[in-house]
């Protein structure tokens, strides 16, 4: 199969808009559709290569056979986009699922799209936003076949450090990826709380050399501590965010998993609640700790943070 490929890319907010740049980047031919048509004519701008859809149908009709279609929309979009892409996809095509949708949910897809004899993937997609630079992380399941024709397009969305495996039929791509997730959130929990110890300690720590060093081969080294660098390479006293602090499912759903293969998560468990107490908590929202999980949000993610 020639490397070059042509896709069909369905939504384009913060990860899809980037993925898309990073595949014509590669010399893939990318559609497009989005929901507002607006969005998709702005990144046309960018991205002269691409073409525009006005319609999911007018979007799968230009592609070749197999016509392989990714979608990048949340959760609680996908059932309503999938129904339009069905209408238009035959046996032998490929839909990918690259959101964070729940297993179960893909589980069904999967056994609805292979008696179609469609080839569907629920693919975990983690790196954030700096993935366009440091190469995307894909976690994969579903049909073995449609993960063989689509290598190219993962093996050009990987580099140059991230990559992908496949992990099993259904759901197995977006388990893995739900495990990912709730890990993050004690991750981030944890970074949270021991700078804030650093930050009330009487030695006056300067905290962005703190982490600078901790970056050079230390045992908490890694992505999330070098998004905290860049948070406080921005504003080292976190002093012009408040500690509200988003939970998008993952964690939850981890939680609902490990509590049917009963499993303790406390670590998981309490960084959730501690989400949730942040909405109405002022002295959580006013803490370090909160101010930095938001911050560690904003930078790996792009999402947004409430200003002071």
Known sequence: MAFDMKIGFIGLGRMGNRMVGKLTLEGHNVVVWNRTLQVAKDLQK?????QV????????????????????????????????????SKSGDVVVDGGNSHFQDTEKRFNEFEKLGIHFLGIGTSGGIVATKNGYPFMVGGSKKGYDI?????????????????FGKGGAGHFVKMVHNGIEYGIMQSLG???????KSKYNFNL???????????????????RAKDALEKNSKLDDIVGVIDASGEALWTIEAAKKENVKV?????????RKRSKTDKKIQQSFT???VAALRREFGGHEVKKR
């Open 53 to 88: 859809s006005s319609s999911i149908k007018e979007l799968i009709d230009s592609l070749p056979r197999p016509k392989v279609i990714w979608i990048m929309v949340s959760h609680q979009g996908v059932d309503e986009v999938l129904d339009e892409v069905k209408k238009y």
């Open 193 to 199: 709380e021991g700078f804030e110890v650093l930050e």
């Open 46 to 50: 960018e991205i002269n290569s691409i």
């Open 150 to 166: 689509i290598k190219p397009i993962l093996d050009s969305l990987a580099k140059p450090h991230g990559g992908h495996q496949y």
């Open 290 to 292: 909160a101010r930095m």
């Open 266 to 274: 406390e670590i998981i468990e309490r960084s959730l609640d501690y």
């Open 208 to 226: 962005l050399d703190v982490a600078k060093l901790w970056q050079k081969g230390t045992l908490v080294s890694g992505f999330m501590l070098d």
